[in-house]
């Protein structure tokens, strides 16, 4: 691995955790509408992740997409413009938080609705190998979307048509306020890809290297024998799970000790300078790039236009009469 | 023009543009090997092979979600969902998905992409299965839904439905696939969102669909006998909803029965007729009447089926009432 592809995953962690805290604070001003779900503390999964794809695979996620957004290249500027509702937002101001995408980008959104991404999923890595493509479809989604239907039929379909899908589950170990060990029958969730006979495996989610190596693994095994792969990725939240969220099924301290010892951010630091790759003055400066590039997101966010009345029916349909 | 089935128009027109187009592809239950549950696929799988003619597993929701993968991927799936009833069970992929995905994502997602189904009651399988919930799926702007009458529109409108960039519920009738009509030999194209009168008259205007076109019709032959005048305005496509030629005829006989064979609340004669009075209204000259089945989940039994459908005779007592 070269040095800039280390700087490079640093610098999009740190841009995912300054959006983030932007976001916070344009929310508590009203400025963001709707739901809002933050990455921060998941920073490493998505960033190692997709850093670690071809340009050819698809990314689809759920609707903790700020990051998957920012991993996949859509600009700050851009993710920031959405959040406010913006005509330069990247749906144009119709999705907002939930569901962004850049389909140029082969990022396919953005999904709010719990588990229904993952038959779409599916269905483009068919439409892939119908046309003898060889990309690879990434599809990331929560613990809790494990227990819907949805999943069950896809992982299935997935493996009796041998569709190069690399099902990704982001285990931050509650679905809304309900513990995994509360709603799930196996809380190693990578067990019920077994029982689909998908090859599996699990990894520390706040280590974006382990992450990365095990991406680039888990990846290249679905291009090679053309067939799904499921990894599971042990993850933490460490804001709730989206605005307005009380907290009560989990203790401070539990989120305290997280944020402690388990910091994408500080973990990943602490290796770079550990292991000489960079310095603490050499990341203090990415640090400071990267506020500036959120700073002028957000200037670019307010001062841009309303998307204006006209666009109400815009898209609706492809063919009108 | 050659007569054939409602059953080998649709046929015809999915071989004809899977031969036209590679990108255009089937999928669904007991489409392949069986030659699909209505026998409208039969012979695909053999000529087409089995990557273009997929039996899938009894998963409608993925079904249709994987429909729609490929569709963003550029192809053109025909999904095939066995029966209406069974689109429950994937109604979040049809009216929360393929509904909205254009248009949520500011147009960079593109679904050409068609859902064929079954709908209607009459053949004795109970509630679960025999249920007519068209208008249901017609509440979701986003979706187109189809729901031709005759062989003829059969075809022309599933072939454009086919080569339509928009995602589009297609809804055959279950006791119509043996209905004979006049297909032209040469290219059938009819464009979608467009009514059609099916019979032309003066006295009374019958709006219907589907099914209810035949019912009419045979209405229509009776009520000749007795001198009146029926003239027959056939929707084909339920959204968009092309209220043109209903205006145009009702504004020439003043008078109008609405049928259906799906349940009368919120149905289509409370949109249709609701839409005549609001844009019609100087030209009412009697109460429009609606002919829908009853409200009760449908029966098992032969006699109480019929009774609980929409019957020649109820449109024939309809019509006698607005003229």
């Known amino acids: 691995m070269e040095k800039n592809e280390y700087l490079e995953l640093f610098h999009q962690m740190i841009l995912i955790r300054l959006v983030e805290e932007q976001a916070t604070l344009l929310y508590q001003q009203g400025k963001i509408g709707g739901f809002l779900h933050l990455y921060i503390g998941q920073e490493a ?69 719990v588990g229904a991404h993952l038959p779409i999923a599916a269905g483009m890595a068919l439409g892939d190998r119908y046309q003898g493509k060889d990309s ?18 896809a992982l ?41 006979l998908i090859p599996n495996s699990r990894v520390d989610g706040m280590d974006v290297m ?44 539990e989120v305290k000790r997280w944020q402690n010892d388990e910091d994408p951010l500080g973990i990943y630091h602490k290796y770079l300078v550990d292991n000489k790759i960079s310095s603490t003055e050499e990341l203090d400066g990415l640090e400071k790039a990267a506020e500036q590039e959120v700073q002028s997101g957000v200037q670019f966010a307010e001062s841009s236009p309303e998307p204006s009345a006209e666009e109400l029916y815009k898209n609706l349909y492809v063919e009108i009469e | 023009m050659p007569r054939i089935t409602m059953r080998e128009a649709i046929s015809q027109a999915l071989w004809e543009e899977m031969e036209r ?40 929701a993925t079904i249709i979600g994987a429909a729609i993968g490929a569709a963003l991927t550029g192809l053109r799936p025909v999904a095939e969902i066995m029966t209406i009833n069974f689109a429950f069970s994937a109604f979040e992929h049809i009216v929360n998905q393929a509904a909205k995905l254009h248009y949520m994502f500011a147009g960079q997602m593109v679904l050409p992409m068609v859902i064929r189904t079954v709908s209607g009651g009459g053949r004795q399988l109970a509630a679960t299965h025999s249920q007519t919930p068209d208008v249901v799926f017609a509440h979701f702007p986003g979706l187109k839904v189809v729901a031709p009458g005759t062989p003829e529109d059969a075809k022309g409108l599933l072939k454009s439905a086919i080569r339509s960039d928009d995602p589009i ?52 032959d009776q009520l000749a006998q007795e001198g009146i005048d029926v003239e027959i305005v056939d929707l084909r496509t339920l959204r968009p909803l092309d209220m043109e030629p209903v205006l145009e005829s009702f504004k020439k ?27 019609a209204f100087d030209y009412v000259d009697a109460p429009i009447q609606r002919v829908a089945q009853k409200e009760v989940p449908l029966p098992y039994n032969r006699n109480l089926e ?18």
């Open chain 1, 45 to 113: 999964v998505s960033t190692g992740l997709i850093l670690s794809r071809q340009p050819q695979d698809r990314v689809i996620t759920a609707y903790r997409d700020h990051g998957v957004a920012i991993n996949c290249g859509i600009p700050v500027k851009m993710v920031l413009a959405e959040l406010l509702g913006k005509a330069t937002g990247c749906s144009e101001g119709r999705g907002g938080s939930m569901h962004m995408a850049d389909v140029g980008k082969n990022f396919w959104g953005g999904h709010a609705i």
């Open chain 2, 21 to 60: 187009d590679t990108n255009v592809f089937i999928m669904g239950e007991e489409v392949g090997v069986w030659g699909g549950s209505y026998a409208v696929t039969k012979g695909f799988y053999d000529h087409f092979g089995a990557e273009r003619v997929k039996d899938t597993p009894i998963s409608e």
């Open chain 2, 169 to 220: 519920l297609f809804i055959e009738s279950a006791t119509l696939y043996q209905s004979r009509g006049e297909v032209p030999d040469t290219e059938t194209l009819i464009p979608i969102g467009k009514s059609k009168i099916q019979r032309p008259g003066k006295d009374v205007t019958i709006v219907c669909y589907s099914k209810m076109l035949e019912t009419s019709m045979k209405a229509a």
């Open chain 2, 306 to 323: 019929q009774l609980a459908l929409p019957q020649v005779e109820d449109v024939v007592k309809a019509v006698k009432e607005v003229v």
């Open chain 1, 136 to 153: 690879v479809t990434i599809c990331m989604f929560g613990d809790g979307a494990t227990n819907i239907g949805y999943f069950h039929e």
């Open chain 1, 156 to 196: 299935n379909l997935s493996k009796v048509w041998n569709l190069s899908v690399l099902w990704v589950c982001e285990n931050n170990l509650y679905g809304m306020g309900t513990s995994v060990e509360r709603a799930s029958a196996v809380s190693e969730i990578r067990q019920k890809a077994e029982g689909y």
């Open chain 1, 210 to 253: 382990k992450v990365r190596e095990a991406a680039e693994k888990a990846i290249e095994a679905v291009r090679t024998d053309k067939s799904p792969y499921f990894l599971e990725v042990e993850t933490y939240r460490f804001r709730g799970h989206s605005m307005g969220d009380p907290e009560r099924y989990r203790t401070s301290e």
């Open chain 2, 253 to 279: 006989t003043n008078r109008a029965v609405i049928v259906e064979e799906g349940w009368r609340s919120y149905g289509v004669g409370a949109e249709v007729s609701t839409r005549i009075y609001e844009e």
